[in-house]
């Protein structure tokens, strides 16, 4: 039974979800990568067999799953982690057995009105925890609680995490989405720690020399 169904709502963060689900599965955790987008940015990153149909299907690619079908009960029981990305579409039913709800957003008015705009609940999610990720941010005086206000979403300052703009890690992204590259050697300090303690707050039994030795295997594409 998975013990983490992870739903991220907001603007695309496939390259993130991509570099966590390698990072997982050098911890020996088995993993499946969801995309329910309107943009279907993990779809177009992920290599593809001619003829398969990954509303139906499970697509492989090295060692990490990928489907575009509706998550259920059964099925969460072949995987430790599920990464699901909503993007800005209306939830599906699978939403109902997330444990954890990521907002993602920018610095842009107009991702929080789409966010406000969205019939998410916390009957949807029951006891899931929520965190918020700003990504592209620039020291300007907007700040996290302001962006929180405005998309009308409660949650603790230890949940919300800020990505700056950076130059290496949009070029590892673009990489990654073109090539089907699951490398990310270049990518800056500030994304590095985020995903780290994303694996910590995942799977807090494993220590941190393994998490380390983890990150290491992922980021070299092994």
Same mark, same amino acid.
């Given at each position: 039974?998975?013990? @983490?169904?992870?739903?991220?709502?907001?603007?695309?963060?496939?390259?993130?979800?991509?570099?966590?689900?390698?990072?997982?599965?050098?911890?020996?955790?088995?993993?499946?990568?969801?995309?329910?987008?309107?943009?279907?940015?993990?779809?177009?990153?992920?290599?593809?067999?001619?003829?398969?149909?990954?509303?139906?299907?499970?697509?492989?690619?090295?060692?990490?799953?990928?489907?575009?079908?509706?998550?259920?009960?059964?099925?969460?029981? @072949?995987?430790?982690?599920?990464?699901?990305?909503?993007?800005?579409?209306?939830?599906?039913?699978?939403?109902?057995?997330?444990?954890?709800?990521?907002?993602?957003?920018?610095?842009?008015?107009? @991702?929080?009105?789409?966010?406000?705009?969205?019939?998410?609940?916390?009957?949807?999610?029951?006891?899931?925890?929520?965190?918020?990720?700003?990504?592209?941010?620039?020291?300007?005086?907007?700040?996290?609680?302001?962006?929180?206000?405005?998309?009308?979403?409660?949650?603790?300052?230890?949940?919300?995490?800020?990505?700056?703009?950076?130059?290496?890690?949009?070029?590892?992204?673009?990489?990654?989405?073109? @090539?089907?590259?699951?490398?990310?050697?270049?990518?800056?300090?500030?994304?590095?720690?985020?995903?780290?303690?994303?694996?910590?707050?995942?799977?807090?039994?494993?220590?941190?020399?393994?998490?380390?030795?983890?990150?290491?295997?992922?980021?070299?594409?092994?």
């Amino acid at each position: 039974m998975a013990s @983490n169904i992870i739903a991220y709502v907001g603007i695309d963060n496939f390259e993130n979800m991509m570099y966590l689900s390698r990072i997982l599965l050098k911890l020996g955790k088995r993993v499946l990568v969801v995309d329910h987008s309107e943009t279907q940015s993990l779809t177009y990153s992920i290599p593809q067999p001619i003829g398969v149909c990954c509303e139906k299907e499970i697509v492989t690619c090295r060692q990490v799953d990928f489907t575009t079908r509706a998550i259920d009960q059964e099925l969460t029981e @072949n995987y430790d982690d599920i990464l699901i990305a909503y993007g800005f579409t209306e939830p599906l039913q699978d939403i109902s057995i997330c444990s954890r709800l990521v907002w993602v957003t920018n610095f842009y008015r107009y @991702n929080f009105e789409r966010r406000v705009s969205l019939t998410y609940s916390d009957g949807m999610m029951h006891d899931a925890t929520k965190s918020l990720l700003i990504k592209d941010a620039f020291e300007i005086k907007i700040t996290p609680e302001m962006v929180a206000e405005r998309m009308d979403v409660q949650i603790p300052s230890e949940n919300v995490y800020v990505l700056y703009r950076d130059e290496k890690d949009y070029l590892n992204g673009l990489i990654c989405h073109y @090539n089907g590259a699951f490398r990310f050697m270049d990518i800056s300090k500030q994304l590095k720690r985020y995903l780290m303690e994303e694996a910590r707050i995942l799977h807090p039994e494993i220590d941190i020399n393994q998490r380390k030795a983890a990150y290491r295997r992922a980021m070299k594409g092994e």
